[in-house]
């Protein structure tokens, strides 16, 4: 029996273009710590996100691979190209922001002139915005393709990724403040 239908050298891609910001603020920052302690938030996570990178890219018995119409095609296309700009231009802001943030950890007077409350503000909202686009990548991507566990996979790995970014993000700002 067949299980794996096709696979998807266009999901794929996007995938790949999509997380190569990802890929490098990893190796740019390996020992950063992530997640928070909700064990049942992180395992949602994990489990909705290997889902949703699967499924993104194999298709498993349920139909074949393909849209329904070509409107659904290009919403496809044209969509995951505008979260792949959108993530790399939003990576691009928050590389330059972070660098202002350790120039000033440092204690220059004039950077620390330029990093102000403001920016450590527009900061935790970037990166709010910045966890929500693989989200939306995987929603756009299951809703057009009609394909339910891709969808099921991303709305598991948006409520676990959204809130374990956001406690991170809280229990960073209380140990900073």
Same mark, same amino acid.
Request: proline share 2%.
């Given at each position: 029996?067949?299980?794996?239908?096709?696979?998807?050298?266009?999901?794929?891609? =996007?995938?790949?273009?999509?997380?190569? $910001?990802?890929?490098?603020? &990893?190796? #740019? #920052? $390996?020992?950063? #710590?992530?997640?928070?302690?909700?064990?049942?938030?992180?395992?949602?996570?994990?489990?909705?996100?290997?889902?949703? %990178?699967?499924?993104?890219?194999?298709?498993?018995?349920?139909?074949?691979?393909? =849209? !329904?119409?070509?409107?659904?095609?290009?919403? !496809?296309?044209?969509? *995951?190209m505008v979260l792949i700009l959108l993530n790399w231009i939003l990576w691009a802001v928050y590389f330059f922001k972070t660098r202002l943030h350790r120039v000033a950890a440092k204690g220059d007077a004039?950077? @620390?002139? /330029? @990093?102000?409350?403001? +920016?450590?503000?527009?900061?935790?909202?970037?990166?709010? @915005?910045?966890?929500? %686009?693989? @989200?939306?990548?995987?929603?756009?991507?299951?809703?057009? +393709?009609? &394909? /339910?566990?891709?969808?099921? *996979?991303?709305? %598991?790995?948006?409520?676990?990724?959204? &809130?374990?970014? !956001?406690? +991170?993000?809280?229990?960073?700002?209380?140990?900073?403040?």
């Amino acid at each position: 029996m067949n299980i794996i239908t096709k696979g998807s050298l266009f999901g794929l891609i =996007f995938l790949v273009l999509f997380f190569l $910001p990802n890929l490098v603020h &990893y190796i #740019r #920052r $390996p020992g950063e #710590r992530t997640g928070t302690g909700n064990k049942a938030m992180k395992i949602l996570e994990w489990l909705g996100g290997a889902g949703s %990178l699967i499924f993104s890219v194999f298709w498993f018995a349920s139909r074949k691979w393909g =849209f !329904y119409s070509i409107t659904e095609f290009l919403a !496809y296309w044209l969509g *995951s190209m505008v979260l792949i700009l959108l993530n790399w231009i939003l990576w691009a802001v928050y590389f330059f922001k972070t660098r202002l943030h350790r120039v000033a950890a440092k204690g220059d007077a004039a950077s @620390v002139f /330029v @990093v102000g409350k403001k +920016q450590v503000r527009s900061l935790v909202g970037l990166k709010m @915005v910045i966890v929500v %686009l693989p @989200v939306l990548l995987f929603l756009l991507h299951g809703i057009t +393709q009609r &394909y /339910v566990p891709l969808l099921v *996979s991303g709305i %598991l790995f948006a409520v676990g990724h959204i &809130y374990v970014t !956001y406690e +991170q993000i809280k229990s960073d700002t209380v140990k900073n403040a």
